[in-house]
């Protein structure tokens, strides 16, 4: 604790009963100087009217001596005085503590450090709110100004991380009736219920809007890639073009290639090679049962073509198909394409 810088000396401090049967002593003058700084030193540590050098470690006589500047004989005399008037007492580690401390203690300075650590708490608050990039005092869920609370923005149950970037503070109300719900699913039910729900500041919040989108009076949950990267939250929409792009037709039956392997396939084998290759590929997949084996197909007729190409085997047209798809795989054995799916699973 902090350093209370007074502590109180009652005006009728020589009036006291104990001071008086002190001062009748020959070393009173020394003893009462000693009783002083006793006060100030436990004024100082601020412990409850407890006096250490650390926790655990008492102070001795001589320490004592030497922190008061007096003869180690006149300690041992003033603190037995004071022990036997019940002035100090010692704990069960020898820790010497001031008796009825409360009297001296400096209750309106133990105040203004309580206040001056509130004050700092506050700060703190209001700095983790800025770093928030937050009002500091409106709920940006219904727009309420109330006290705020930590709202994960994805809930913890659901994978969200406890950072900033998934924390925001929210009235107590909001907080309480998201619960662990969707964002989305949260202000959706408010809109429907006709509840609180503040839409424009929603859709002016950026870190709110990392996760939703807002069209025909509805939010929706933008696609999150792995839930706990949450520097790449929003999917912007070039990679959702992408993905469309990427979604595999299907060939024959049960070949599937995306728009890209296709064409890159047609480049490289010619087209009626390509067409072989998938027509060998769906029946040799239709007799295995073997499709979800398979990563690419793609990859896996690239690996047909060039395994062909390597076996000197030409369909003359220099692009590799020497039309074995005729023969068949069957009768060819499965085994020759063991190899391959190895090639293609790994
Ligand atoms: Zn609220």
Known sequence: MSEVKWIKLVTEFFDDEKIKLIEAMPEADMVLVIWIKLLTLAG??????????????????????TIFNRPVNTIRLALDIFKKFKMIN?????????????????????????????????????????EMNQDL????????????????????????????????????????????????????ARIKMNEPVNINAITHNKKLMNFLEYKDNKFRRVIITPINTTDKIRVDKNRIEQIRLDK????????????????????ELGESSTAEYIERLSLYIRSQGKEKKYKS??????????????GGKNNGTGKGYNNRYNKGPEKEGID??????????N
């Open 44 to 65: 100082k540590k601020n412990m409850n009217g407890y006096i250490f050098l650390t926790k655990n470690i008492p102070y001795t006589d001589e320490m004592l001596a």
């Open 90 to 130: 010692y704990d069960n580690n020898g820790i010497l503590q001031m008796s009825n401390w409360e009297k001296h203690q400096n209750i309106e300075g133990l105040d203004k450090i309580k206040k001056a650590n509130r004050i700092r708490q506050q700060r703190y608050k209001e700095q983790h709110l800025l």
């Open 137 to 188: 005092s409106i709920c940006p869920y219904c727009g309420e100004s109330a006290k705020l609370t930590i709202d994960h923005i994805i809930p913890l149950s659901k994978g969200g991380k406890d950072e900033v970037n998934n924390k925001i503070l929210c009235c107590l109300k909001c907080n309480q009736s998201k619960t662990n719900r969707d964002l989305d699913i949260f202000l959706n």
């Open 248 to 267: 595999k037709k299907k060939y024959n039956d049960a070949v599937f290639l995306t728009q890209n392997e296709y064409n890159k396939l047609i480049t």
């Open 297 to 310: 197909h793609y990859a896996t007729i690239l690996a047909w073509n060039r395994k062909d190409l390597k």
């Open 336 to 345: 020759k394409y063991k190899h391959l799916e190895e090639i293609i699973q």
